[in-house]
C-alpha cells in the first residue's frame, strides 16, 4: 500500500511499483494501514509541507505505530528525511521521531541540489541490494540529508562533499534518500526486493 | 562521486518528434515516447522534452505524451514550452514529468519561478536560458526561441533565477546552437561559476570531446545533445566511454530492465 498525503512522486512511485509486477492499493487514511501487507512512504519538497500534510490527514501516530510494530515500511527520499527527529530544512521542524538523528544541510562547496547519478557504497549484505551489485549508480536529488545517530542503520551511503546517508534498514523498516522509481532497472530492482522480502507472493 | 549527466533532448510539436529521427529498429521513430524508452535502454542518464506546438491552447497532446512516458520511462525527465503559470506547471508534474522547465515566460514574469519554486520546491523547476555572446563580448539573454534580445545580461540574469528559487539552468548558447562544432565554453563557465546550482550546458553537441570540454573547460554538470544522438551515429555508451577515459565521472553500468526481475 502506497501512502497519498499530496505527495510529488506519488504516480512515479506508484508505476514502478507495478512495472516489478505488483497491484499497489494507494490510500490516504490511515484505516488502510492496518490491512496493508507493506506500506511505502513517497516524498520530494520539503520537510515543513511534508510534516503538516501527514499531521493534517492524521498520519503521524499511525506511522508511529506501524513502525513501531516492525512491520514493512519504505520511505523514499522525504519518505526517508520525514522519520528522523528533526530537519533543519526552513528552520528547525520536529519529524516523526521513528529514527534518531537530524536532518541538515549539505556542507558548501558543491553545487546544491545534489541532483544526479551518484554511487551508492553498500556497508553490510541486505535483502534490499539482492542482485545490485556494489558501487551501482542511483538518482538524487536532495539539498538536505540525515545525520543518523545511530550509525549501524545505514546500510548504505554515497559521497558528496561529505558521507551521506543513502539507504537505512532497521528490522523490517527501510528508507532510501534516492529515487528508485527514477534510478533505472537497479532502481526497480529496490522496490522488487522490497517486495519479495515482505510479500508472501511478491506481488504486494 | 557525483556523475557528470548526458541529458538528450526532443523537439516535440504535436506530439510527434521533429527534427528527423532516424532509428531502424524502432516502429514509429516519430513517436516520442518510444525515442526516450530506447534512449533509458541506451543508458542516457535524463530526458527533455521541450514542446514547440505553436498553440499551447489545447495540451491534452502533451499530457498524453507525459503520460505515457512516465508509464515506461524509470529515469528523471523534464517537460517544458509554453509553460506560462503554476497551473501549467502543476499539470505536467501531476502527469509525471519530474520537472518542468521555463524560458521566455520567467523574464517575462520573473516570480513565476519563485511561484513554482514554492509550490512544488526548487529541484523540479529548471530555467532555461538562451544567451548570445555579442560582437562586444556581452553575454545577453534571448527570448521566444532565440529570436528576440532583452538587453539582460547572461550571468546576472542566472544569478537572478537561482535567488528566486530555480534549481537548475539549462544553458544554450544562440552562437553554438546548431553548428554541431562545440559547446560555448566561455559562456557556460561564466555561468557555472556564477551559480551554485547545476549547470546544463547546450548547443553544438557534435561528438564526445565537446562533452568532454563543456565539462572540464565549461565546468558544467550535465550535457545536453538532440541531434548527434538521433542518427544513431554516436551511441550513448560509446560516448560515455570516452568520457571516462578522460578522466569524468560516468554513470556506465547499464542494467537491462528484463535482467533484474
Redesign the interface.
Given at each position: 500500500m502506497i501512502l497519498d498525503y499530496g505527495a510529488?512522486?506519488l504516480?512515479?512511485v506508484i508505476?514502478?511499483v507495478e512495472?516489478?509486477?505488483a497491484k499497489p492499493e494507494v490510500a490516504s487514511v490511515a484505516a488502510a494501514m492496518d490491512d496493508a501487507d507493506v506500506v511505502i512512504l513517497p516524498g520530494?519538497?520539503?520537510a515543513a509541507d511534508t510534516m503538516r500534510n501527514l499531521r493534517e490527514r492524521g498520519l503521524v501516530e499511525p506511522i508511529r505505530e506501524y513502525i513501531d510494530a516492525d512491520r514493512p515500511f519504505l520511505g523514499v527520499c522525504m519518505g526517508l528525511q520525514a522519520l528522523m527527529t528533526v530537519s533543519e530544512e526552513g528552520g528547525e521542524h520536529p519529524c516523526l521521531d521513528v529514527l534518531k538523528g537530524r536532518v541538515v544541510r549539505l556542507p558548501e562547496g558543491?553545487?546544491?541540489?545534489?541532483?544526479?547519478?551518484?554511487?551508492v557504497r553498500q556497508h553490510r549484505l541486505s535483502p534490499l541490494f539482492e542482485?545490485i551489485?556494489d558501487e551501482?549508480?542511483f538518482?538524487?536529488?536532495?539539498?538536505y540529508y540525515c545525520d543518523m545517530a545511530n550509525p549501524e542503520e545505514v546500510v548504505a551511503s554515497t559521497?558528496?562533499g561529505t558521507d551521506v546517508t543513502a539507504v537505512v534498514e532497521r528490522g523490517r523498516l527501510a528508507a532510501t534518500q534516492f529515487?528508485p522509481?527514477?534510478?533505472?532497472?537497479?532502481?526497480?530492482?529496490i522496490y522488487?526486493n522490497f517486495l519479495l522480502e515482505h510479500c508472501a507472493n511478491g506481488t504486494g | 562521486?557525483?556523475?557528470?549527466?548526458i541529458i538528450a533532448c526532443f523537439d516535440v510539436d504535436q506530439g510527434r518528434v521533429v527534427k528527423g529521427v532516424s532509428f531502424v529498429e524502432l516502429r514509429d521513430a516519430g513517436d516520442p515516447v518510444e525515442l526516450a524508452t530506447l534512449y533509458?535502454h541506451e543508458g542516457i542518464?535524463e530526458l527533455v522534452f521541450l514542446d514547440i506546438t505553436a498553440s499551447h491552447e489545447d495540451r491534452s497532446t502533451v499530457v498524453d505524451m507525459v503520460r505515457r512516458t512516465?508509464?515506461r520511462v524509470?529515469?528523471?525527465f523534464t517537460v517544458g514550452g509554453g509553460l506560462r503559470s503554476d497551473g501549467d506547471m502543476m499539470l505536467m508534474?501531476?502527469?509525471?514529468a519530474?520537472k518542468i522547465t521555463i524560458n521566455t515566460a520567467a523574464v517575462e514574469r520573473p516570480e513565476l519561478i519563485s511561484e513554482g519554486a514554492y509550490r512544488?520546491?526548487?529541484?523540479?523547476i529548471v530555467v532555461a536560458i538562451d544567451a548570445r555572446t555579442e560582437p562586444d563580448g556581452s553575454m545577453q539573454v534571448y527570448t521566444h526561441g532565440g529570436r528576440r534580445p532583452t538587453g539582460i545580461d547572461a550571468v546576472k540574469w542566472a544569478r537572478e533565477v537561482v535567488e528566486r528559487g530555480a534549481?537548475?539552468i539549462m544553458l544554450t548558447s544562440m552562437n553554438t546552437d546548431g553548428h554541431q562544432d562545440g559547446y560555448d565554453i566561455p559562456l557556460t563557465r561564466a555561468v557555472s561559476d556564477a551559480v551554485?546550482?547545476?549547470v546544463i550546458a547546450s548547443g553544438g553537441a557534435g561528438n564526445a570531446q565537446h562533452m568532454i570540454d563543456a565539462i572540464t573547460e565549461g565546468r558544467a554538470?550535465?550535457v545536453l545533445a538532440a541531434s548527434i544522438f538521433h542518427f544513431g551515429t554516436h551511441p550513448i555508451m560509446d560516448v560515455k566511454r570516452q568520457m571516462q577515459a578522460a578522466g569524468i565521472?560516468m554513470?556506465m553500468?547499464h542494467?537491462?530492465?528484463d535482467?533484474?526481475?
Open positions: 510529488g512522486n504516480r512515479s508505476r514502478a512495472r516489478v509486477g520530494v519538497g520539503a558543491r553545487k546544491i541540489p545534489h541532483m544526479g547519478w551518484n554511487r542482485c551489485p551501482a549508480h538518482y538524487f536529488v536532495h539539498s559521497e558528496y529515487h522509481e527514477k534510478s533505472g532497472a537497479y532502481g526497480l530492482r522488487r | 562521486m557525483l556523475t557528470k549527466r533509458d542518464d512516465a508509464d524509470f529515469i528523471p508534474l501531476e502527469s509525471g519530474d512544488f520546491g526548487s529541484q523540479c534549481g537548475e551554485g546550482v547545476p554538470d550535465a565521472a554513470r553500468e542494467a537491462d530492465y535482467d533484474v526481475f
